[in-house]
């Protein structure tokens, strides 16, 4: 599968955005997403997962609440709708899809997917 990343973009604290991942190359419905973020000089952290039907999520705890992951397997698109968004949101976020051999199963490890979008800056502002 490939996952092209958008959506990203300058807003103030308090502001919202939503973010896409497209995907194509073989059914996205059979697929476990997640999304990623990297700020500058940090490494990579987990945000946000969901399951092949979308009936199962996790969220990292800087982000719950205010953060939702959801997926349109008929248009093949992730999504992360991010509101209340706080100068320390600010980073590089990259989608990331896995195959599981369970339905429900969701990973929250960058090592647990094979497949990466090339990222979208999101700046958030105070």
């Known amino acids: 599968v490939q996952l092209q990343a958008s959506g990203g973009g300058l807003v103030q604290a308090g502001g919202s955005l939503r973010l896409s991942c497209a995907a194509s190359?073989?059914?996205?419905?059979?697929?476990?997403a997640a999304w990623f973020r990297q700020a500058p000089g940090k490494e990579r952290e987990f945000v946000a997962a969901?399951?092949?039907?979308?009936?199962?999520?996790t969220y990292a705890d800087s982000v719950k609440g205010r953060f939702t992951a959801s997926r349109d397997n008929a248009e093949n698109t992730l999504y992360l709708r991010m509101n209340s968004l706080k100068p320390e949101d600010t980073a590089v976020y990259y989608c990331?899809?896995?195959?599981?051999?369970?339905?429900?199963?969701?990973?929250?490890?960058?090592?647990?997917?094979?497949?990466w979008g090339q990222g979208t800056q999101v700046t958030v502002s105070s």
């Open positions: 990331a899809a896995s195959r599981p051999t369970v339905s429900g199963a969701i990973f929250t490890k960058m090592g647990d997917y094979p497949y």
């Open positions: 190359g073989r059914t996205f419905s059979t697929y476990a």
């Open positions: 969901i399951s092949r039907a979308g009936t199962v999520k």
